[in-house]
């Protein structure tokens, strides 16, 4: 009976090509919508996370407070309180660190040939490498022999390189930064824009001595990045930075710390946070058709039900029971939704990648949307088949043979 059943729906649904496809188009526009939806949100999150693990992997940043002049604050990192012995007593003192590396930035203007570019120039340690995630991709980093020498020598992005010296390899080459001449001995691999926005590859790393003393003229650093030894340990770690630099600097009680420890755990904490509320608004308002097509199906089920009064009372009259009259029909609003979802299915999935491919937006698919939607769609055409299958299963024989 429940195969027959089966025929019968779909036969119903052939018959009336037209109408069934009417009739499952809110069911399609429904699951392809949720799909969609859901697969840029995903996307979404995972670029924001992946640009967040770029910047290192377990990462805590220390940044000097904000200054104050006659009670007005400036921005945060304005005052000039964190040095390198800082850096050094934290790397010393305090468990769990995997690596750290103190650095300083400024803008300036980079000279090659008849080529410029103006870029932020970082003076750093070779720490920096592992504790930022960033790989060389033709030369080296600098060393501990260039940082103990002061040496003139520098690594730059690959949107410098591009800028200055286009298809050249630009290892070996001499550049002029802020008039001082620098030896390019590395390439760092591309990393691309950052959650933010900002171009990762627009860079230029130099020794910290060098740029301390030969480029700035200056004794403190303006942050300090640390790599905890694993996930687990970060906030130990940031607890443990926090009450050493509050006895370095000699603040007590609740005196108010001249720096910031921040680490990136919670901004990715809170960002993928944001973007699942995102997702489940995006795909919340596109399951809004669903039940658009919910509708639909129970409407056209009513009408279906009308049609077939005649055949009703003649089923009953040869013995149908009310069970096999209701199982009839809400395998026919079922199919409807079978069918409806699986087609939504590819509908999402194709949009996915078509708005991938048009607009350049990331997108992923993952198995637990397509399968919810489904599930919904089935459900949804169970639920509003479920009052006209009822109506159907409740006929009297005798008044639907009579019926014209």
């Known amino acids: 009976m429940f195969w027959e059943s089966v025929k019968i729906a779909l036969d119903a649904l052939v018959s009336n090509k037209l109408r069934s496809i009417l009739t499952m188009l809110g069911i399609i526009i429904g699951v392809g919508a949720v799909i969609a939806m859901v697969s840029i949100g995903m996307g979404v999150r995972d670029k924001i996370s992946t640009s967040i693990a770029s910047l290192g992997s377990n990462l ?4 000097p407070g904000a200054s104050s002049s006659s009670g007005v604050r400036g921005a945060a990192g304005t005052k000039t309180t964190l040095t390198l012995k800082d850096a050094q007593a934290i790397a010393r ?3 769990g660190i995997a690596a750290i590396a103190p650095a300083v930035s400024s803008q300036y203007q980079m000279v090659a040939g008849n080529m410029n570019w103006t870029t932020s120039v970082q003076g750093t340690t070779p720490e920096y490498m592992e504790v930022r995630n960033v790989t060389v991709e033709a030369g080296s980093f600098i060393t501990n022999d260039d940082l103990n020498a002061r040496n003139r020598v520098a690594v730059i992005g690959a949107t410098v390189a591009a800028n200055l010296f286009e298809n050249v390899n ?8 802020n008039n001082a001449p620098f030896t390019i001995i590395g390439v760092l691999a591309s990393k691309g824009q950052s959650a933010g926005g900002q171009d990762q590859d627009d860079t230029v790393i ?3 001595t060098t740029a301390q003393e030969r480029m700035m003229g200056i004794t403190h650093v303006q942050s300090i990045s640390v790599q905890a030894a694993d996930s687990e340990a970060v906030d130990q770690v940031q607890e443990g930075i926090t009450s050493l630099l509050r006895a370095r600097h000699g603040i007590i009680g ?10 990136l755990a919670s901004v990715m904490e809170t960002a993928q946070e944001t973007t699942a509320t995102i997702t489940m608004l995006l795909g919340s308002i596109a399951g809004i058709s669903l039940l658009v097509g919910g509708i639909g ?8 039900v009308t049609e077939r009064t005649r055949e009703i009372g003649i ?7 009310y069970s096999n009259i209701l199982m009839q029909f809400l395998i026919e609003a079922v199919v409807i939704g079978v069918v409806g979802g699986a087609i939504g299915i590819a509908v999402g999935i194709g949009a996915s990648y078509g708005i991938s491919s048009v607009a350049g937006w990331n997108t992923v698919i993952t198995p637990l949307p397509i399968i919810i939607s489904f599930a919904f769609s089935v459900g949804i055409g169970l639920f509003f088949g479920l009052y006209p299958a009822r109506k159907a299963a409740l006929l009297n024989p005798i ?5 014209e």
Not at 170 to 177: L, Q, Y
Not at 399 to 403: E, F, N, P, V
Request: net charge positive; proline share 4%.
């Open 60 to 63: 805590i940043i220390v940044m």
């Open 93 to 95: 003192d305090v468990d």
């Open 170 to 177: 630009p290892v070996g080459k001499s550049i002029r930064i």
């Open 206 to 208: 130099i020794p910290l």
């Open 254 to 263: 609740d005196q108010e710390n001249d720096f910031t420890v921040r680490n």
């Open 297 to 304: 199906i129970m409407n056209i089920m009513l009408v279906s």
């Open 315 to 321: 089923r009953k009259a040869l013995g149908a029971r």
């Open 399 to 403: 008044d639907a043979l009579r019926y």
